[in-house]
């Protein structure tokens, strides 16, 4: 099961960034190599130090060969897609939160351990692009998927992050209708005002709703919030910043930075105002 998630999220957040159908496929099967190698290390203590910059060098490698093996398709979405599960985006979320309520110690901690995830898979995914350069050049595809796709890759994902999670059968389905609407507010929000107000819209319903959820059912709101919340936050942007600026393309690097910390910015807003909206249960 935990195989199939690792594989079936990939296989959505490459249809969340734009990917068609070789993209999906091949990004569900790096997703499962990336979910071979962590399964792995969890038996080894030595290799669970270098999981991240393992992975990202194996995603960064296989998907220029799974390229030309299927044809046309985005590498840097394949690969990138691969490595979804190993995004530090939620820690850099609740790192800059515990930063904003003043708990200064615990935030400087985790936003310096997400700081260095993000880095070791630019390294490994900078290595993959080297040994890649020596490859055929792929062509980038200019196919799409119809809307309908998208929906199917919405109501999945939030189950391949809820099973990660090691959630419970009953939690699954309040799982998957969280990122049903945290997904629906962002891009109502982002139609309607733009795409940072958009997500802070979404992260204030989910945080409010998250904490309906924690005093209606007496359980954690972090049931709700969590796959929710990973349906949001930018970590997609991060690993792209670090894996251009490791190819010394300073500019696109240092904007994708900056509107991935504006986006942070714009959830831990949302995540503080729905707490004022309606407060959390004590103990969720």
């Given at each position: ?29 790096v ?11 969890r038996?080894n ?64 901690t985790?936003?310096?351990?997400a700081?260095a ?18 490859m ?47 997904w629906v ?42 796959p929710?919340?990973v ?5 997609s942007?991060?690993?792209?910043s ?11 690097g ?20 729905a ?10």
């Amino acid at each position: 099961a935990t195989l199939m998630a690792w594989s079936i999220g990939s296989g959505a957040a490459a249809r969340f960034l734009g990917g068609g159908g070789r993209e999906v496929l091949a990004g569900a099967l790096v997703g499962l190599c990336s979910g071979l190698l962590a399964l792995a290390a969890r038996r080894n203590a030595t290799w669970e130090r270098v999981l991240e910059p393992a992975a990202a060098l194996t995603a960064a490698v296989l998907a220029p060969l799974l390229g030309l093996a299927l044809g046309k398709l985005s590498v840097l979405t394949v690969t990138v897609a691969g490595l979804v599960a190993f995004l530090p985006s939620l820690a850099l979320t609740t790192a800059l939160s515990e930063l904003a309520t003043r708990h200064l110690v615990a935030g400087t901690t985790r936003l310096a351990g997400a700081l260095a995830i993000f880095l070791t898979l630019g390294l490994g995914v900078a290595l993959g692009h080297e040994i890649a350069s020596h490859m055929p050049h792929i062509p980038e595809p200019h196919t799409r998927l119809p809307e309908w796709t998208l929906w199917l890759a919405l109501a999945l994902a939030p189950l391949a992050v809820a099973v990660q999670l090691r959630a419970t059968p009953r939690q699954l389905l309040p799982a998957m209708v969280a990122g049903v609407l945290a997904w629906v507010a962002a891009r109502g929000g982002a139609q309607w005002l733009d795409p940072e107000l958009g997500v802070f819209v979404a992260t204030l319903a989910l945080g409010a709703a998250g904490n309906a959820y924690a005093w209606l059912r007496r359980r954690p709101a972090a049931v709700v919030i969590v796959p929710g919340l990973v349906m949001l936050v930018p970590g997609s942007l991060g690993l792209r910043s670090v894996a251009w600026l490791a190819q010394s393309d300073v500019l696109h690097g240092l904007k994708t930075a900056s509107q991935m910390m504006v986006t942070v910015v714009a959830l831990v807003g949302g995540l503080l105002f729905a707490n004022v909206l309606v407060p959390p249960r004590s103990g969720s």
